[in-house]
């Protein structure tokens, strides 16, 4: 992967993600393919002391990438903000907002084979950003929120992106029918479905139970640790690359 980019682009080399055998050596670039991941929270600024956000941690998105590069892939992490290390070996773009995560998604996606979104990113963002802190007033305060673009969204018909594109849906209800709803609707190839209300998985737990949600079928993957479940979603999205590509 290119090390021009814009002036945020930072290569880290430093944080063993996790793994026993940490010495790994990554296989051969050649064997790997490119894989954009985006993982995170975005915030959404409100005035110069306050934000919008979510409670992902990015965990996932960050185990994922570690997971990535331990296969012997070459993985690009844009991310919003969190209190992870990141992945050794990983090029990683840090963003805030769902704006800048939409320039830098639409910048490099063209260069990748596999898009895997993670990131909850804010569906709404104030529609002005007050100059100066807003003070008390009445007992109520109204704040104005305009759309984000969908990102996911956007890949297939706004980036052209033609490689395997993989979406998260993080539900409370209907799970597998909501997924289904945003595989079709997003043009993803796969969506990773999880139930956001059951205690245990999830946002900030270290653990999470999956649904793959393909378009002719649907898997179930039991209760594992993000790290033991990135390395079976890599197994599966580099096996689901291989069939398009075969196909
Ligand atoms: N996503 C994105 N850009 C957005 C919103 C979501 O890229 N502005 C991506 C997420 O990274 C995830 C997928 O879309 O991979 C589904 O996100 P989710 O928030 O569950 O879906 P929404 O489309 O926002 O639908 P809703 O919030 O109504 O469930």
New binding site residues.
Partial sequence: MHSQGPPRFIPRRAFCWGIPACHFQPAAQTRGVKVLV?AGPTREPIDPVRFLTNRSSGKMGYTLAGAFVHEGHSVMLVSGPTDLDVPENVDYIPVET?AE??DV?SRYIGKMDIA????????YTPATIEPQKIKKSGDTLTLHLV?????????REKFGFTGTL??????TENLEA?ARE?LV??H?DL??ANDVSQPGIGFDSDHNQVLLVYPDRTESLPLASKHELSLQLVDAIVALKKLMVES
Avoid: P, Q, W, Y
């Fill in positions: 985006t769902a995560m939409h998604v895997v979104f993670a990131a909850a990113v804010a569906d759309r984000t673009a969908d990102i996911l969204g956007s890949a993989v979406g998260f849906a993080a539900e909501n945003k609707r997003k993803c969506v990773i």
